[in-house]
Nanobody
Framework: EVQLQASGGGLVQPGGSLRLSCAVSGVTFDDYAIGWFRQAPGKEREGVSCISTDKGRTFYLDSVKGRFSISTDNAWNTVYLQMNSLKPEDTAVYYC??????????????????????WGQGTQVTVSS
């Protein structure tokens, strides 16, 4: 059974940094991607970043490019989201998710949240002074 567990959220001042972690277990497929999503109050869930087993390709939401960085450990047991230069508009509940069999797609981040197969619980990120 695939399981994901997100952690690392918290309260940070604008301009600060946080690193989120997603512990991944039970994945036995070769073609998959792990993604980070966020959902702010009253807004739809949106894809922030993802990484694919297809050559380790990474994808980012335009508004976080240059500030966020996604990575994994060698065994893909943990996927990290390093978030720098945080802004108040980054405030949201952040979720990690896995999608199986679509890691080869040109832009995995365009895959709608409803299509992603497995989800972890959320972790709150609040950017405020």
């Amino acid at each position: 059974e695939v399981q994901l567990q997100a952690s690392g959220g918290g309260l940070v001042q604008p301009g600060g940094s946080l690193r989120l972690s997603c512990a991944v277990s039970g994945v036995t497929f070769d073609d998959y991607a792990i993604g980070w999503f966020r959902q702010a109050p009253g807004k739809e869930r949106e894809g922030v970043s993802c990484i694919s087993t297809d050559k380790g390709r990474t994808f980012y939401l335009d508004s976080v490019k240059g500030r966020f960085s996604i990575s994994t450990d060698n065994a893909w047991n943990t996927v990290y989201l390093q978030m720098n230069s945080l802004k108040p508009e980054d405030t949201a509940v952040y979720y990690c998710a896995a999608v199986i069999g679509l890691g080869h797609l040109e832009n995995i981040l365009s895959v709608k949240p409803a299509t992603w197969d497995y989800w972890g619980q959320g972790t709150q990120v609040t950017v405020s002074s």
